[in-house]
């Protein structure tokens, strides 16, 4: 076996579970190190629970009304509690070798197999991508079952949502981990093959997406610019000027009609009305014209620099091992 962490696949660790896989074969179970006993109130530890589904014994009936009831074995925290954060980073740790505490990502369990098939192994693999200005456009995990027959890995079966890969029982008999080890180490070759070709594709597949969407992308961008400039136009052209210069008419109008009495305060409130609406005038075009310009600059840095960038992958995709499972041919044990 080599060095698993000194293979890639692209950008990414390309044999990096298999080779450790056959290897940690060898002490099976150490993932079940990860779970605790669980906590009851003030800390206390209350004994395993009974493995029944929360709402089973969360909700009760009173009164014609189902009321959520907590039970005694069970600490409900956020996920900002320091505790659940302190989990969750150390199992991010123990996902990957080398920090002395890693757990074993492997699994070996009884199902049924297709017809003519030896045995099955259900390859996670992490899939990452990110394009220039550093955003994770593609982040998933996928489940690639390949069928094994005669030490020969077969091609990729049918996708199945993971649903319908249930079914299968954990075993812990030494001859079904000496089975696994040996399958994979026949078929190590073509599973590190098929990451580098899986990184491929994806790669290829991901950029032409990109190129799409980035087109359809600066269309819909040039067009609601376009649009918004027009409002702006429209605003300058019906609803400042015409409007307010009709109300200046108006005034004058009023002023040309003076009444015998108060005439001079009267004609100077009207004088003083004209000017501050021609003020408003003059702010208002300047205001819209500024929101033009602005406009403007903002469509070029949108359709220059910001969508381009963010359409365009940076590197290759990268595909990450995650967990293997090796599903041979049985039932519960």
């Given at each position: 076996?080599?060095?698993?962490?000194?293979?890639?696949?692209?950008?990414?660790?390309?044999?990096?579970?298999?080779?450790?896989?056959?290897?940690?074969?060898?002490?099976?179970?150490?993932?079940?190190?990860?779970?605790?006993?669980?906590?009851?109130?003030?800390?206390?530890?209350?004994?395993?629970?009974?493995?029944?589904?929360?709402?089973?014994?969360?909700?009760?009936?009173?009164?014609?009304?189902?009321?959520?009831?907590?039970?005694?074995?069970?600490?409900?925290?956020?996920?900002?509690?320091?505790?659940?954060?302190?989990?969750?980073?150390?199992?991010?740790?123990?996902?990957?070798?080398?920090?002395?505490?890693?757990?074993?990502?492997?699994?070996?369990?009884?199902?049924?197999?297709?017809?003519?098939?030896?045995?099955?192994?259900?390859?996670?693999?992490?899939?990452?991508?990110?394009?220039?200005?550093?955003?994770?456009?593609?982040?998933?995990?996928?489940?690639?079952?390949?069928?094994?027959?005669?030490?020969?890995?077969?091609?990729?079966?049918?996708?199945?949502?993971?649903?319908?890969?249930?079914?299968?029982?954990?075993?812990?008999?030494?001859?079904?981990?000496?089975?696994?080890?040996?399958?994979?180490?026949?078929?190590?070759?073509?599973?590190?093959?098929?990451?580098?070709?899986?990184?491929?594709?994806?790669?290829?597949?991901?950029?032409?997406?990109?190129?799409?969407?980035?087109?359809?992308?600066?269309?819909?961008?040039?067009?609601?610019?376009?649009?918004?400039?027009?409002?702006?136009?429209?605003?300058?052209?019906?609803?400042?000027?015409?409007?307010l210069e009709r109300e200046i008419e108006r005034l004058k109008a009023d002023r040309r009609q003076g009444q015998l009495f108060d005439e001079a305060e009267r004609l100077e409130?009207?004088?003083?009305?004209?000017?501050?609406?021609?003020?408003?005038?003059?702010?208002?075009?300047?205001?819209?014209?500024?929101?033009?310009?602005?406009?403007?600059?903002?469509?070029?840095?949108?359709?220059?620099?910001?969508?381009?960038?963010?359409?365009?992958?940076?590197?290759?995709?990268?595909?990450?091992?995650?967990?293997?499972?090796?599903?041979?041919?049985?039932?519960?044990?």
């Amino acid at each position: 076996m080599s060095d698993p962490a000194t293979d890639s696949v692209g950008t990414g660790q390309s044999g990096l579970l298999i080779a450790e896989a056959a290897d940690e074969l060898r002490q099976p179970g150490r993932a079940a190190e990860l779970v605790g006993e669980p906590l009851g109130e003030h800390g206390h530890s209350v004994g395993a629970a009974e493995g029944a589904p929360l709402e089973d014994g969360a909700l009760e009936d009173g009164g014609g009304r189902v009321i959520f009831s907590p039970r005694p074995d069970v600490l409900l925290m956020h996920l900002s509690h320091p505790m659940l954060q302190k989990a969750l980073s150390s199992l991010t740790r123990r996902r990957f070798p080398g920090s002395g505490d890693s757990v074993s990502r492997w699994s070996v369990r009884l199902g049924s197999v297709p017809q003519g098939a030896d045995a099955l192994v259900l390859l996670n693999i992490e899939e990452l991508a990110v394009n220039n200005l550093r955003e994770s456009f593609h982040h998933w995990v996928r489940t690639v079952v390949f069928p094994v027959s005669g030490g020969a890995l077969g091609d990729p079966l049918p996708h199945r949502p993971a649903l319908a890969l249930r079914g299968a029982f954990a075993t812990h008999d030494e001859e079904h981990y000496e089975r696994a080890r040996d399958l994979l180490e026949e078929v190590e070759p073509d599973l590190r093959r098929f990451l580098r070709e899986h990184a491929r594709r994806l790669t290829t597949d991901l950029r032409a997406q990109l190129d799409l969407d980035g087109e359809q992308a600066r269309k819909q961008e040039d067009e609601r610019y376009r649009s918004r400039q027009g409002e702006i136009s429209a605003l300058i052209a019906e609803n400042t000027l015409t409007k307010l210069e009709r109300e200046i008419e108006r005034l004058k109008a009023d002023r040309r009609q003076g009444q015998l009495f108060d005439e001079a305060e009267r004609l100077e409130k009207i004088d003083r009305s004209i000017e501050e609406r021609k003020e408003e005038i003059a702010r208002r075009t300047h205001h819209y014209k500024e929101v033009r310009e602005q406009l403007e600059k903002e469509r070029k840095r949108i359709l220059k620099h910001l969508l381009p960038n963010r359409h365009t992958m940076s590197g290759d995709a990268q595909g990450f091992p995650v967990c293997i499972e090796v599903r041979l041919p049985g039932g519960a044990s």
